[in-house]
């Protein structure tokens, strides 16, 4: 075979190999898969938040109160005395609540003075705030003791000291806003109300001045606060029979009727004395059972008072739990811690100041008190122990 009939050869090939068909690449997967799945979003990390409501009774100022915190040489008043023994209590609070049951309505306002009508030195303001309190309730029997010009003045002494108040107010405005308190995330609502006003009338036009208690319109206002955004509402009534140590058939139907319309707490005063506690359990959402406690009677926080029990008070301790991302809120807790009003005699004038009974007995080291103190003293803290529980003991089958 010459060259070029190889050449000739080698072309033929070339050609057909041109027209050569090479199989299809199937193109269908010879497996299944599924689809890319979108990540799933972390779960929200579950959160407590807890918080503390303290309360307390009557804070009352009576003539001989007010002498004790007189400085004749510098003509000013200081009552920090007072509350100095309880303050490591009331400080641990997120919310410390009393009942301020005198005006503060200035000395031009007719004087200082104690019952029947009362009006005391704006410093007793200045005592409060400094041992702790951050909320005081002006619906009283005696709120209107020095006219409008006292609830006024009252109102502007405590919003000066930033001490948040509610139970009176100086227009229909202010009387419609709810006092809502937020602490750790937890927002509580405090409402507060007064059988009465001794007999004062309610100026004419201005019954926003003093709250005073209409059972359908405080469920109204719970039904409010809770559309507000409260987690717990707290209400501050003053009523029940002076010097009785237990609560009224008129005092227990209403607490249960607000409780049962949501209220959680209830913070009772105007007894003078210590009526006990109670804690309700009612069937909530999800049959869970909701907890909410009243206390009939704080009895006198302070005063100068010396009828039998007057000199007893009470401190209220409430622990309050938020979960996180559920926002539900529940009472865990509830502790109380009985006081005396201590009278002792003091360059040539009688002083006052709040003592805890249970730290001041287990101590036994105050410098102001005798040692034959303490044993009265041990007998009255288990009293008023017995006697604050004692609604919520076992009964005893007959």
Same mark, same amino acid.
């Given at each position: 075979? +010459?060259?070029?009939?190889?050449?000739?050869?080698?072309?033929?090939?070339?050609? $057909?190999?041109?027209?050569?068909?090479?199989?299809?690449?199937?193109?269908?997967?010879?497996?299944?898969?599924?689809?890319? #799945?979108?990540?799933?979003?972390?779960? *929200?990390?579950?959160?407590?938040?807890? $918080?503390?409501?303290?309360?307390?009774?009557?804070?009352?100022?009576?003539?001989?109160?007010?002498?004790?915190?007189?400085?004749?040489?510098?003509?000013?008043?200081?009552?920090?005395?007072?509350? =100095?023994?309880?303050?490591?209590?009331?400080?641990?609070?997120?919310?410390?609540?009393?009942?301020?049951?005198?005006?503060? =309505?200035?000395?031009?306002?007719?004087?200082?003075?104690?019952?029947?009508?009362?009006?005391?030195?704006?410093?007793?303001?200045?005592?409060?705030?400094? =041992?702790?309190?951050?909320?005081?309730?002006?619906?009283?029997?005696?709120?209107?003791?020095?006219?409008?010009?006292?609830?006024?003045?009252?109102? $502007? +002494?405590?919003?000066?000291?930033?001490? $948040?108040?509610?139970?009176?107010?100086?227009?229909?405005?202010?009387?419609?806003?709810?006092?809502?308190?937020? &602490?750790?995330?937890?927002?509580?609502?405090?409402?507060?109300?007064?059988?009465?006003? +001794?007999?004062?009338?309610?100026?004419?036009?201005?019954?926003?001045?003093?709250?005073?208690?209409?059972?359908?319109?405080?469920?109204?206002?719970?039904? &409010? =606060?809770?559309?507000?955004?409260?987690?717990?509402?707290?209400?501050?009534?003053?009523?029940?029979?002076?010097?009785?140590?237990?609560? /009224? %058939?008129?005092?227990?139907?209403?607490?249960?009727?607000?409780?049962? #319309?949501?209220?959680?707490?209830?913070?009772?005063?105007?007894?003078?004395?210590?009526?006990?506690?109670?804690?309700?359990?009612?069937?909530?959402?999800?049959?869970?059972?909701?907890?909410?406690?009243?206390?009939?009677?704080?009895?006198?926080?302070?005063?100068?008072?010396?009828?039998?029990?007057?000199?007893?008070?009470?401190?209220?301790?409430?622990?309050?739990?938020?979960?996180?991302?559920?926002?539900?809120?529940?009472?865990?807790?509830?502790?109380?811690? *009985?006081?005396?009003?201590?009278?002792?005699?003091?360059?040539?004038?009688?002083?006052?100041?709040?003592? *805890?009974?249970?730290?001041?007995? %287990?101590?036994?080291?105050?410098?102001?008190?005798?040692?034959?103190?303490?044993?009265?003293?041990?007998?009255?803290?288990?009293?008023? /122990?017995?006697?604050?529980?004692?609604?919520?003991? *076992?009964?005893? %089958?007959?």
């Amino acid at each position: 075979m +010459n060259f070029r009939r190889l050449l000739s050869v080698i072309a033929m090939l070339s050609i $057909a190999g041109c027209n050569i068909q090479t199989p299809q690449t199937n193109t269908q997967p010879t497996e299944s898969r599924s689809p890319i #799945a979108a990540p799933v979003p972390p779960k *929200p990390q579950s959160e407590i938040k807890e $918080a503390k409501l303290i309360a307390v009774g009557d804070i009352m100022m009576h003539s001989t109160q007010t002498r004790s915190g007189y400085d004749a040489k510098k003509k000013t008043y200081n009552f920090d005395n007072f509350f =100095a023994p309880v303050k490591s209590i009331l400080s641990t609070g997120d919310w410390v609540i009393g009942n301020l049951e005198t005006p503060l =309505a200035g000395e031009d306002a007719g004087g200082y003075t104690g019952y029947p009508l009362f009006n005391a030195p704006a410093q007793l303001a200045d005592a409060a705030k400094k =041992a702790g309190f951050n909320i005081l309730t002006t619906a009283n029997n005696h709120a209107l003791d020095r006219g409008e010009k006292g609830v006024i003045r009252t109102l $502007a +002494n405590l919003s000066d000291r930033k001490i $948040a108040s509610t139970g009176t107010a100086t227009s229909a405005a202010e009387a419609s806003r709810t006092l809502i308190s937020t &602490k750790n995330n937890i927002s509580l609502a405090l409402l507060a109300y007064t059988y009465g006003t +001794n007999g004062i009338p309610i100026p004419k036009g201005k019954d926003y001045l003093v709250s005073l208690i209409d059972q359908k319109k405080i469920i109204k206002d719970i039904a &409010k =606060a809770r559309k507000q955004g409260a987690d717990i509402i707290a209400i501050s009534l003053h009523f029940g029979n002076e010097y009785q140590r237990q609560p /009224n %058939s008129e005092q227990k139907q209403l607490v249960e009727n607000l409780l049962k #319309a949501g209220a959680d707490i209830i913070l009772g005063s105007h007894p003078h004395v210590v009526q006990p506690y109670k804690i309700f359990n009612f069937s909530g959402k999800n049959g869970k059972t909701r907890k909410a406690v009243a206390i009939y009677s704080m009895g006198n926080f302070i005063s100068g008072q010396n009828k039998k029990y007057t000199d007893l008070g009470v401190i209220l301790q409430v622990n309050i739990r938020k979960t996180f991302p559920e926002k539900t809120t529940e009472i865990t807790s509830i502790k109380t811690f *009985p006081t005396w009003v201590h009278r002792y005699t003091q360059n040539n004038k009688t002083n006052y100041r709040v003592l *805890p009974l249970e730290t001041t007995v %287990s101590q036994k080291k105050d410098a102001l008190l005798a040692t034959s103190q303490y044993p009265v003293l041990s007998k009255y803290l288990q009293d008023m /122990n017995n006697h604050l529980n004692s609604l919520n003991s *076992p009964k005893k %089958s007959k």
